[in-house]
């Protein structure tokens, strides 16, 4: 059994966001913007009291300004929306209980 198997676990979106937000308290990093990387996709991700957000970065180059990427998970207290729940072919989208996960066992490198 995994040891992050209780943030596997959480349902509601106000479980999700106080996890969440424990880890990032816990690590220094609430209320502050992080640049990552992880599977070798760039994202820009925060935590506050009110919510999590992660933004995946562009990686296309000579998109203008205006195209420099998009939401891929936000959860507040009574809302969430992953990438998950949109069709896709690949298995390069990350629901809700893998970004607790990353964020947890810190699998990724910040940039």
């Not at 424990?22 to 506050?48: D, M, T, V």
């Not at 969430?80 to 069709?87: K, T």
């Not at 990350?94 to 970004?99: A, Q």
Request: proline share 3%; charged share 25%; with cysteine.
């Amino acid at each position: 059994m995994n040891g992050y198997h209780s943030y596997v676990q959480e349902q509601s979106s106000r479980d999700v966001l106080q996890k969440l937000i424990e880890i990032f308290a816990s690590k220094g990093w609430l209320n502050k913007n992080l640049k990552i990387k992880y599977q070798h996709r760039r994202y820009r991700i925060s935590c506050s009291e009110e919510r999590f957000f992660a933004y995946q970065i562009n990686e296309s180059c000579g998109l203008g300004p205006g195209v420099p990427g998009w939401p891929v998970c936000i959860i507040k207290e009574d809302y969430i929306y992953d990438e998950s729940g949109i069709l896709d072919f690949t298995s390069t989208v990350l629901t809700i209980h893998d970004w607790l996960n990353i964020m947890a066992t810190e699998k990724f490198e910040v940039i």
